[in-house]
Each structure stands twice: as C-alpha cells, then as structure tokens.
C-alpha cells in the first residue's frame, strides 16, 4: 500500500486544521493506520490510530479531545482533525499503515508503510 499525507499549514493557535492520509493497493480495509508527528529536534512520536474496521480508535495522551482520527474505506482515507492547535503540534505529521494487529498501536516500527509527511506550523 501507498500512503500520502496532505492538509498541512501554517495556521496560528487555537485554529484547526485536517491532515488526510490517501492509500493506494488493494485490501485497504485489512490495514489499521496511525498518524505520527516528529517536531524539530525531537523524536518521532505516536499520535492517534484507527483499527482497520475502524471501530477503534487510539489516542496520545498529549492529543485527547483535541485530535480525532477517522477512516473512510470507500475513498480510502484516513483523517485527522485537529483543533485547538497549540504551538507544541509543529511537526511533520506522518500516516502509516500496516497489516491488521491487535496490540502496540503506538510502536511505530510495527507499522510498514508510510506517508511522506505533511507540515504543521502553529504559531502563538
């Protein structure tokens, strides 16, 4: 499966934005998905995923009730809204895919495909 993240921007505090992951291949709905965000100088880090029904959904504890992630099989999207944006959300925000699992939605080695990123610059 292929994977490309869009929506980013440059928005300024408190404002919202919607990142979008698109795939490509076959069998989409046997894959659970994540978004990551790496800041500058700083490690990549888990922040939301869906299960592969979709009928789970996982959260960084930095990013509840401000971020929510969402996944429309028939156009084969992932999306995460984000509201609330605060200056410590600058990152490139990335989306990963891999093959349906149970457990570890947060490890991103588990994951074996990913986005190519998409910006996010919040500004205060």
């Known amino acids: 499966v292929q994977l490309q993240a869009s929506g980013g921007g440059s928005v300024q505090a408190g404002g919202s934005l919607r990142l979008s992951c698109a795939a490509s291949?076959?069998?989409?709905?046997?894959?659970?998905v994540g978004w990551f965000r790496q800041a500058p100088g700083k490690e990549r880090e888990f922040v939301a995923a869906?299960?592969?029904?979709?009928?789970?959904?996982y959260y960084a504890d930095s990013v509840k009730g401000r971020f929510t992630i969402s996944r429309d099989d028939a156009t084969k999207t992932v999306d995460l809204k984000i509201d609330n944006l605060k200056p410590d959300d600058t990152a490139v925000y990335y989306c990963a895919a891999r093959v349906r699992q149970l457990r570890n939605y947060d490890l991103g080695r588990t994951y074996k495909y990913w986005g190519q990123g998409t910006l996010v610059t919040v500004s205060s």
């Open positions: 869906t299960t592969w029904s979709g009928g789970s959904t």
């Open positions: 291949g076959r069998a989409f709905n046997s894959y659970n």
